[in-house]
């Protein structure tokens, strides 16, 4: 995403957490780019930091790209930094991203007023194939986005659509993290395909052929648990089945179906071995946050359970423990309309008088903000 | 076995309680067998019948040989015409089948005093190979068996040992439920390979191939929980490791590395499909009654519990239900020095005068146990 930003020619301040790992681009400067059909480019970055002060300093926006489990770290981090009205996006927050960011900056004491957002997925489906290069392999055409409060997501789109025009807006938070299908297909497909991942190190199809009528029942049950957690909440959350339909024309009265018509599908390989955030981050933080929201709201979370647990086992690991919690997402306690008002508005008692509302900047005429462009940045975190 | 005990001489009468899956050998009076040497012979039943009393008319000794989600009904048919002593052998008992068996026994008012044993595993690894015909692979140097109560294990192996001297004791059923290795491998396996098998037929080795690490790690994980449940039940029960090292000699410091190194499995191809005795008989009857045990006595069965449920998601079938309790097994509630007195001594409570018991016959000498030898007879179900 640096790249393709500042080859585009918005300006990019590219930071890690270790500086190690961004050694190489920091000393030539540029990531090499291979786009989706086929070309290369280059994208000459502004600033290549592991100083997290120097990269928020003076930026539009902040998109966060980083496995969920960053998430808490970079929170932490960016607290004392993040200016007023400052933009940061998760990409993509997976179950509860905005709502538990939004969370560590209020209890780190930002008292500036920041507007978190979280994507649903990631934009690119995308690679990095070496210490400073990348590829693009498909530029996805529409990801939901929403900001914590709803209130501030136009803000949010009308500040990256130069950028990316493909965001659409969700009606709230709670839209973009319910419908987490990673959720449903990546933890369950690793598991119940463990051993032949680690015999053959992936060298299957991971949805033609790890898909099969018992495992796509299994999906099928999980994305129920999903659907039903989603409606406990009022949000009426896609299937996976329609979401296939939606997301790749694919055709078919059951998942097992679809998947096998899912011609989008064809040639992703398995991931070689079972330590991958198909279950390291899909687990705390899409599988976890979802299961909590069940418990808290009486729905049964069975087969999200059995998936959880099992991936403790393999990985030796408290996943539960780790995971995002409703406690984490600020969530604990409440009822259905206290979330949904804190979701929409960003507060939960309706008697409640924050504190005045930060002036927010009149919104730029488009004709303007295209000239703008060279003063968006991008935080990317790989 | 049938086969096997007829062509040695001895006076067998085979029951299913299905006609149609006898019929075959009803017509012809007989079962082909080919021998783990590879010679063949032909062994010439008494009887070949579906009536339960016809079956049991006589017969010293019953050797039931059904999948233990078939121990129910056969006790229930059983329980009007079992005579005073009569033998019935469960080939295997899986996790409780002699204590189910004997509480079955007790409700449909069993009045006589049958003697219910349990071995640890079937003799031989064999297989039906026509409607008439069978096959033997190998046959066991040594299984473990106990009758319910233990006082009556030495008349049982006696009664069994000109056919099949490889039966030795075990100290009381909780020792042969206990030492349950399928409850460990087979579900566990299965599920972590769901993908493969469905995908493929089951055509990959289903331990040298389907036994990862991290397969392996899970199979650990189980297995340290059945040793824990075993040893709050006061029973040394032994770690699939060391069974490993014992039955297959194979060497190692993991169950990776000794099962890798097992030669013994070699071969085995996994199940074609799921719909599989690996899940539907040893979930609800291996696994379940573990667990079950697990719970009344504080110990986490953590790992068992997250592969039921996947095992009632993947065949949409609530196993644990359907499966073998402490209840079902008679122990609910008991402390452990009451389930102990009851395996051994057949009675919960010291101070309870039971029935006289009914005189046994006295041992008969060697020498003329072998010439009543083909007044033995065998119920062989399959």
């Known amino acids: 995403m640096a790249a393709d930003l500042a080859a585009r020619g918005f300006e990019v301040k590219l930071y890690n957490r270790t500086a190690e790992r961004i050694r190489e681009i920091a ?37 966060v790209v980083v496995p969920a489990s960053g998430h808490r770290d970079i929170a932490r981090m960016c607290a004392p930094h993040l200016r007023e009205d400052q933009i940061v996006v998760l990409n993509p927050g997976r ?12 209890r780190e004491g930002c008292t500036t007023d920041p507007i978190v957002a979280e994507a649903g997925t990631f934009i690119f489906a995308s690679r990095s194939t070496g210490s400073a290069q990348a590829r693009i392999f498909r530029r996805k055409n529409a990801v939901a986005l929403a900001a914590l409060p709803a209130t501030r997501t136009g803000h949010v789109l009308e500040a990256l659509c130069d950028a990316y025009p493909q965001f659409i807006p969700a009606p ?9 299908m990673g959720a449903i297909f990546h933890p369950t497909l690793t598991l119940l395909n463990a051993g032949w991942i680690e015999r053959t190190k992936g060298d299957f199809q991971f949805y033609i052929d790890g898909i099969t009528r018992s495992t796509a029942h299994v999906l099928e049950v999980l994305d129920r648990e999903r659907v039903t957690i989603a409606a406990a909440l009022g949000v009426p959350a896609r299937p996976a089945l329609a979401w296939l339909k939606d997301a790749y024309s694919a055709q078919g009265d059951t998942l097992y ?53 099992l991936a403790c086992i393999v990985h030796g690991t408290n996943y539960r423990q780790r995971g995002r919690t409703v406690e984490d997402m600020g969530l604990k306690g409440l009822r259905v ?4 008002r804190y979701v929409q508005e960003g507060r939960i008692n309706p008697f409640y008088v924050p504190a005045p509302a930060p002036r927010r900047p009149s919104p730029r005429p488009a004709q303007q903000r295209s000239a703008q462009a060279h003063r968006e940045s991008a935080v990317a975190l790989e």
């Open 172 to 180: 709230d938070v709670l839209h973009t993290s319910l419908d987490n």
């Open 27 to 63: 000393l030539r400067g540029e990531i090499e780019l291979e786009r989706e059909n086929g070309t290369f480019c280059v994208g000459r970055l502004a600033t290549v930091t592991s100083d997290i002060a120097e990269a928020l300093d003076g930026v539009e926006v902040a998109m």
């Open 337 to 340: 309309s206290e979330i949904r």
């Open 257 to 309: 179906e679809a998947i096998q018509a899912n011609a989008g599908y064809q040639g992703i390989k398995a991931p070689r071995n079972l330590r991958h955030r198909y279950i390291f981050e899909d687990v705390p933080f899409s599988l976890v946050p979802l299961a909590s929201l069940g418990a808290q709201f009486g729905v049964s979370t069975w087969g999200m359970e059995a998936m959880i647990r």
């Open 95 to 106: 179950t509860g991203g905005a709502l538990e960011f939004r969370q560590i900056l209020e």
